[in-house]
């Protein structure tokens, strides 16, 4: 079954601190992965892509990497700031017709002064 | 936000009754998708568009219908509303699939008594 993990399930940094977001997914084969931004009451955006043949993609202060072999993803958020505060959610896409993206449950970072 | 628009925003409903969702875009998106978000749970599918009249059932398709007459609007409709499609519901747009995003609309939430 194509399955997204992520790790922590929250966490709370201070402002300024970097962190490390986990996402690892049984989803093969896959098409590529995106880690989505949700503030709170609103709807996820986009933060980065990545196809299996990329390694890391970075979106200012966020770098994304990506082990095709491990099946594992990392989001990266360096010097955070208040406005970081949201869930990020992983997401993959499969590589087969019209399956549909396969969702993480998001880790919740709330950042503090 | 890519040009969509969802009503209501918030709507409390008593069960039993039926609810209708719709979801506005105004960049002439392909596909079109609505999906449901619950604590504890990654956003999942419920139903897609792949263009007027073309739809298809997601995931958690139960208890849930929806219509595509027009390419810029596509309405969600619970028959029946029970306690358990007390959620958020999310519409995301996207132009095509490969590597394409899906665009969130922000969202409508929905309790039922």
């Known amino acids: 079954k194509n399955q997204v993990e992520q790790s922590p399930q929250s966490l709370i940094i201070l402002e300024g601190k970097n962190c490390t977001l986990q996402c690892n997914y049984t989803v093969s084969p896959f098409s590529n992965l995106r880690w989505y931004k949700q503030d709170t009451g609103r709807g996820p955006v986009s933060l980065t892509i990545?196809?299996?043949?990329?390694n890391t993609k970075s979106n200012g202060r966020y770098t994304a990497t990506l082990d095709a072999d491990t099946k594992q993803s990392s989001l990266h958020i360096t010097a955070s700031q208040l406005s970081d505060s949201a869930s990020y959610i992983c997401?993959?896409?499969?590589?087969?017709?019209?399956?549909?993206?396969?969702f993480g449950k998001g880790t919740r970072l709330s950042v503090i002064a | 936000d890519a040009g969509i628009t969802q009503s209501p925003r918030h709507k409390v409903t008593e069960t039993g009754t039926p609810v209708t969702l719709r979801c506005h875009q105004t960049e002439n998106h392909r596909y079109m998708y609505w999906y449901r978000q619950d604590p504890g749970h990654g956003l999942r599918l419920i139903h897609y568009s792949y263009g007027v009249k073309d739809t298809d059932k997601g995931e958690v398709s139960d208890g849930y219908s929806v219509s595509r007459s027009k390419t810029e609007d596509f309405l969600l409709t619970l028959e029946s509303a029970t306690s358990s499609q007390t959620s958020v519901y999310f519409c995301a747009v996207a132009i095509g699939g490969g590597l394409d995003e899906q665009f969130f609309g922000p969202g409508t939430r929905l309790t039922v008594l």
């Open positions: 990545m196809t299996f043949s990329e």
């Open positions: 997401v993959v896409r499969p590589n087969s017709g019209n399956t549909p993206l396969v």
